[in-house]
């Protein structure tokens, strides 16, 4: 029976780093940059939430406005800090800025609700699932997650493969040229998909903090880099591949923590990192990207 | 007549008397006493940040490659010198060669994990090496963490539970235990020797880049696909400057482990934000730049320090008080204008325009 719990709690973490890793495989997709400051975007989006329903706003409309406030930062960052070093001579440039920027969010959510920790009241008003007679129980937190980030991979597929912007982001991802002398608005492109990254970054920071009320400013910065771990695991730039990679990284993790070292369980995931990378450099599902002279 | 030094001797001779002029100066206040004890305390970190930043810049500057666990390589360094210092305290007796023997091991291990950790990462490409470097620096806190050894009569115990699991006899001594981790280090750090290893460092970078090797690293750097037409081994250049990158900031960590009577592994000193300051140092210093890599962490640790005291020191300011109290916030903005302003494309053609206007002026 613990075996199932350590289990179900895995495939819980493992959705949220999903959801989190979809947004840095989208933006490594099409940008072709990591995009550092993506687990503070998580954390921005907490606390939104946060301050909102300490002012007695019901949840729902809440982390619409975590939503919606997530994606204009998004915007914002890449439009002022990415954009203009697109075409930096060094690829170097924008991985340093992009560094720069979630040092920069930290430290301002430092400075505006120090760094104490907050507890953060669920969102979530689903009932726990009680089976096999009371002894396994799923909670409520745990059911919504893992539906959450099914519907998101479910939809983003069917955004990237049926609409017209969808398919401007595989154009643009395949070749920025080309897609430019097509009419593309690569430009525009690339911020719908920062939108739609720091959007699921807010849905994300909301569960995480559901499931984990602690709330600190660095509480985005660790999810935010193992999510990147699972986005390379599942193969970067795919979105199933995200989803497959951020669950088995979750179930990892908690089995790490429960059967070998709670203390080593981040080293465990790291460890997976470097495996990856050494057995199959481009992921579960990642395909060989062939470089042009 | 003989043509003088060229331009990067003069340049490195340059930075060598600042180093010089600057401890000279340092320790004439010492002498005088005018230096203030906040400050002194300072000296010796500024040392181990200037030995960080100067091996980050080789991999950042001069191999184009983003590393963020030079912290992780410090950790390395900075445990695998206690523990020798701890373990032959007793048998060497004379501090000097204790540490100059610390200093060697703490450089050769830090040297063979950047090397294993370069293997398999250093084929990839730029973000993967910044994120496996991050992740290493995490494993290696976390493994100190866990890492219980001790000693008796009848030799050495490891565990990786807790201390009881040891069975250490009566006569037996804890030396790293776990997330205590190395405690009662003779303090064996002073100025001079962090000034020494700084002439030591600055010279075994400016050597290896104005080397063949150097040229072949930067090759790599400017255009990786031309350097392999022409017969450049991208692997074993890119290893080499990892590699003395890992051994510098392994002796960075020797440095820092024996001015600490305890040393222990957390994520305020060997985190990921440690190795993030070095990149600030590097990127404020100047990408590339030597002497730059010398300069930032004197002027945001020691003077940065010294004219806030100053101001501080004629009236209650809240400017300067927000600026001190909040410090990180300041490095962040400014991290992120210098690359704005430094790197974008258009604002570098604005520049070049700019000073070639200039230029042209002076001549006519």
New interface residues.
Partial sequence: MSFLRNLINGISLGSVYAIIALGYTMVYGIAKMLNFAHGDVIMVGAYVVFVAMSNTMPAVPAVLLSIVICTGLGILIERIAYRPLRNASSPLAVLITAIGVSYLLQNLALLIFGSNPKSFASVVNVPDLKLAGGKLTITGETIVTIVASLVIVFALTAFINKTKPGQAMVAVSEDQGAAKLMGINVNGTIALTFAIGSGLAAIAGVLLCSAYPQLTPYTGSMPGIKAFVAAVFGGIGSIPGAMIGGILLGVIEIFGKAYISSQMADAIVFAVLIIVLLVKPTGILGRQIQEKV | MKKGLSKTTRSNIGTFLIVIIAYIVCEILLATGTMSSGLEGLLVPCCYYIILSVALNLV?GYL???S?GHAGFMCVGAFSSAFFTRAVQNIITNQTVRFILAILIGAAVAALFGFL?GI??L??K???L???T???G??IK??V??MYIGRDSSGWHIS?KDQISLHLAADGEMILSGPQGIGRIPKESSFTAGFILVLITLFIVMRLTNSRDGRAIMSIRDNR?AAESIGINITKYKLMAFTVSAALAGVGGVLYAHNLATLTATSKNFG?NMS?MF?VYV?LGG?GSLRGSVIAPVVLNLLLDFFLRQIQLIGDNPVIGFISD?R??I???V??AV??VT?????REKRAALFSKSRRGEAE
């Fill in positions: 950042v184009g490659e983003l963020l950790i398999p990462v084929r990839l730029g973000d993967y910044a994120i496996v991050l992740a290493f995490e494993i976390n493994l963490n866990v990786l696909i990921y993030i990149l990127v990408i909040n990180m916030l490095y962040a903005i991290l992120i690359m704005l790197w974008n494309p258009t604002m």
